[in-house]
Each structure stands twice: as structure tokens, then as C-alpha cells.
């Protein structure tokens, strides 16, 4: 039959099936073992919960290229045709079955990811307008959506020194016309969210700085986009990626402390959340729990892209995360704060240099979807149980009544706290932090 084998030649990943769960027993490398999409844990399924998404840039972009030598990683669908909007076509083709296939309901990208980028602006939007519609196919076809769009204002020569920071006006001008535009294809395509990570948004010297007046304009490029969504009316949430450094040598985005602190100083706030990247809360000196809690604490927890760094090694390299401790302590933080929302768990993760197989696409990620499913189970029962939450909120009890609580409604003052002490206080017991029969209690739970 000619159809069954013209669609058979189509397949890109042939000899992979939709990966399957089979349960902690398994042994298949082409199974999963925790993640079980429709598996309820504390009234969500686990496809509820995790949102798992797929990094278009690493995924199939990605050729294992490293500043000592080129790509490693061979795809067919690259020599699929001499014109590069027919190779787009034909890789988005390709990234499609692979969602599907290992059954990530989202994907994610950069405009320049999907389309090539022309020798004009206006050349650039027609490419990528014809690559927008093909994915809007796909999408309806297998029912993958977008978890978020985003532009990239840092790989071309004229971003850099920087996209809305760069000290050439005309720079910005052209950044806000590439926004203008991401945001709207990010709108066609029915995106969830939208990122702002800012790539070259720092300095390599401030000898050449005008910090204020960058910081300054990094504001208004946001503010102006802020107005633009509200223009075409896109509903999607704003995401700010905090990273510390990297590709510049100070980014102003430096982590999410920094960018609360920032997008408070110029009326922000109330349009943005975080996407938080592991490798870049280690990258800032801090855990993938700090960040996830900081943003959490301040209602601006909006979405993850998942990976984890090398701590031997000093920069982002975006590795699959199967540390199921680490990613433990952070799903407990994050259903504490009542989960992602619009969010999802986004694999900005790459395969290493010599992973040159098609398998290993699938080996890397349903490691990644294992480890957080695995981290979500062990989290909700830790947190149901109230195995740690019940000892926290017994440590800050002082604070539940009396002069306690006094201090947090802000009805207590220096002089009434001074009677207290001088009077029928005295001096305070000190009471143990407990820490290491802690760590080892959170070890019980994560074997038992
Ligand atoms: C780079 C960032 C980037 C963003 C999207 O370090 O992680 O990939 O996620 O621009
Ligand atoms: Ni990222
Ligand atoms: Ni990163």
C-alpha cells in the first residue's frame, strides 16, 4: 500500500514507539517508571501537575557544539532540502513525533529556533510567519500546545552588547520591533506564557557602563511590552528568567531577589512572575529550592525550565536533572505554594557532546520526567504527612499568640518589647535547630 509506506518514510524516530509506563519494576530504558500521566497524587494527575514541555533550542537545534568544537550531533531531517524554511518545516515535523512519542503535552521556543532569520526584519517575520503556520497545524493535529514563546535578542552580532541595554538606541528600537513580533506569533499560537531572559541584559565592564541609564531602559522595554500585550490582548503570563552571568559577565537579572527588588523599584511586579532555571540559582550561589521559594514567598512563582548545572564546572550546562533528592525539596516547595499555575516544567536541558543517538533524546528526557514524577510522589506524601511543615510551624509557634503575634500584626513597638524583657521575659531559652536529625529524617523518607 503506497499511503502506508509514504507515511512510514515520514517518520522520523522509526523503531520508537510512544514510550510507555511500566512501573518501578521495569527494566525497559525506553519505559517510564514513575511518570504516569493520568496517576492522581493529591487530586491532579501527574500531567496536571508537571506540564512537561520540550526545549525546542536544545532539542532540535542543538548539535552538541561547544566553544572547542563543532556539532557532534547528526540529524537526517537536517539535509531534508537545500532551502532552510523546508528543513524547518520538516525538523518541526520531526520535534512534533518526538512530543508526542514521549507524550509532553507543551513545547517552548525561541522565534529564531523555528524560523531562519532573514537578511531584513521584514524577511525574518515572512520566514517565520510560514513556520508559525505549520506549527499551528501541527499543534491542532496532535494536540501539543505552547507552554511559552520567547525572542532571542542575543545570538546576532548586533545584540552584543546587550538587546534594550545595549547603548545604541537604534539596537533597542529593533529588539522591541523582534518583541513586538514574538509576542504576537506567541499569541497566534495559543502560548500559555511568554520569558524574558535576558541574555546580554548585563556588562562586561563598567568602564564602558552607564548602569542606571541601562537598568532604566531595561524597565521601559518591559513596560512597553507589558502595553503591547495588553494591546492585542494577550492573556498569557509574563515570565522573567533570572540568570546571574553568563554569556555576560554581570547580568541585571541576577536572580529573583534582584529582579523582585527591580521590578517593584519601576511599578512592575504585578505583571511578571519567574521562570526559574536550576542551573541559574546555582550559578547565582544559591539552591533550585532558594530561588523557587523567594519567588513563591513574594506570589511570583510562574514556571520552571528544568536542568541542573555541574557544581565542578562554572557555567550553565544545562543538564537532564535526575537528582531526585534535589528535585524532592523542590516539588515540596512548589506544592506548597499550590503549584505552577500557567507554569510548567520546561527541559532546558541538552544532550552532552557524545550522545549522538536518536535514543538518547528519549533516554535524557524520560530521565527528566522519571526523577520529577518520582520527586512529586515522594513530596506529597512528605508534604500530606506534614512530616517537616508540622516542626516548622512548631519552631516559629511564639509568634502564633501573645507579644508573638503582637510583632507580626505590627501592633508592638521597642518600648512595649523592652517592658516585656526587663520585666517578666528575662533572657531567652535556646532551643535546637535539630539540623542533622533533620537531613537524616528527610534520607528515611525519600528510602522508606
Ligand atoms: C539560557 C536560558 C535560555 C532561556 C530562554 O541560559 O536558559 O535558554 O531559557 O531564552
Ligand atoms: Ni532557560
Ligand atoms: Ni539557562
Known amino acids: 500500500m503506497p499511503k502506508a509506506k509514504a507515511q512510514k518514510s515520514a517518520e522520523h524516530f522509526a523503531g520508537i514507539s510512544k514510550i510507555a ?109 510560514a513556520i508559525v503556520a505549520h506549527a499551528k497545524q501541527l499543534q491542532k493535529a496532535t494536540g501539543v500546545k505552547l507552554l511559552w514563546g520567547t525572542a532571542n535578542l542575543f545570538s546576532n552580532p548586533r545584540y552584543m552588547c546587550g538587546a534594550s541595554t545595549n547603548p545604541d538606541a537604534h539596537v533597542f528600537a529593533y529588539a522591541a520591533a523582534q518583541v513586538k513580533k514574538a509576542l504576537e506569533v506567541t499569541q497566534e499560537l495559543g502560548g500559555e506564557n511568554y520569558v524574558f531572559w535576558g541574555g546580554r541584559e548585563g556588562y562586561e565592564t563598567l568602564l564602558n557602563t552607564d ?52 521590578l517593584r523599584s519601576y511599578g512592575l511586579h504585578k505583571h511578571f512572575k519567574f521562570n526559574i532555571e536550576t542551573n541559574h540559582a546555582t550559578l547565582a550561589g544559591h539552591t533550585f529550592q532558594h530561588e523557587i521559594e523567594v519567588a513563591g514567598s513574594a506570589g511570583m512563582l510562574g514556571s520552571i525550565d528544568a536542568n541542573t548545572g555541574d557544581l565542578l564546572l562554572g557555567w550553565d550546562t544545562d543538564q537532564f536533572n535526575t537528582d531526585v533528592k534535589e528535585l524532592t525539596l523542590a516539588m515540596m516547595s512548589i506544592l506548597k505554594f499550590g503549584g505552577l499555575g500557567s507554569g510548567g516544567f520546561n527541559f532546558d536541558a541538552k ?78 531559652t535556646p532551643v535546637s535547630g535539630k539540623q542533622e536529625y533533620l537531613e537524616n529524617l528527610l534520607n528515611t523518607e525519600l528510602f522508606r
Not at 511500566?22 to 508537571?50: C, I, R, W
Not at 537545534?61 to 531531517?77: E, H, L, M, N
Not at 506524601?381 to 512530616?387: A, D, K, L, P, T
Request: hydrophobic share 35%.
Open 21 to 129: 509506563y511500566e512501573g518501578p519494576q521495569s527494566t525497559n530504558p525506553l519505559a517510564f517508571k514513575h511518570y504516569n500521566a493520568d496517576e492522581k497524587v493529591g487530586g491532579k494527575t501527574m500531567a496536571e501537575h508537571l506540564r512537561f514541555s520540550i526545549a525546542y533550542w536544545h532539542a532540535f537545534r542543538g548539535a552538541g557544539s561547544d566553544p572547542f568544537g563543532p556539532g557532534t550531533i547528526v540529524r537526517k531531517w537536517e539535509s531534508s532540502s537545500k532551502d532552510p524554511v523546508s528543513v524547518a518545516k520538516v525538523r518541526m515535523d520531526a520535534a512534533f513525533e518526538f512530543y508526542q512519542k514521549i507524550g509532553a503535552p507543551f513545547w517552548c521556543f525561541h522565534d529564531r529556533d523555528i524560523a531562519p532569520e532573514g537578511a531584513t526584519l521584514a524577511q525574518s517575520n515572512k520566514n517565520l510567519d
Open 211 to 262: 548602569l542606571k541609564r541601562e537598568q532604566d531602559h531595561l524597565a521601559a522595554f518591559l513596560g512597553m511590552a507589558v502595553d503591547y500585550a495588553k494591546k492585542i490582548g494577550f492573556k498569557g503570563q509574563f515570565l522573567i528568567e533570572p540568570k546571574p552571568k553568563e554569556p555576560t559577565k554581570h547580568q541585571y537579572d541576577f536572580d529573583c531577589a534582584t529582579c523582585i527588588g527591580f
Open 351 to 428: 544532550l552532552r557532546r557524545p550522545s549522538i543517538d536518536l535514543a538518547d533524546l528519549f533516554h535524557a528526557h524520560i530521565g527528566g520526567m522519571d526523577a520529577y514524577a518520582h520527586a512529586l510522589k515522594l513530596a506529597h506524601r512528605i508534604n500530606s504527612e506534614g512530616v517537616f511543615s508540622k516542626k516548622v510551624a512548631a519552631r516559629y509557634a511564639s509568634y502564633d499568640s501573645g507579644y508573638g503575634r503582637d510583632i507580626e500584626k505590627g501592633k508592638a513597638s521597642f518600648e512595649s518589647l523592652e517592658k516585656l524583657v526587663l520585666g517578666q521575659l528575662g533572657e531567652p
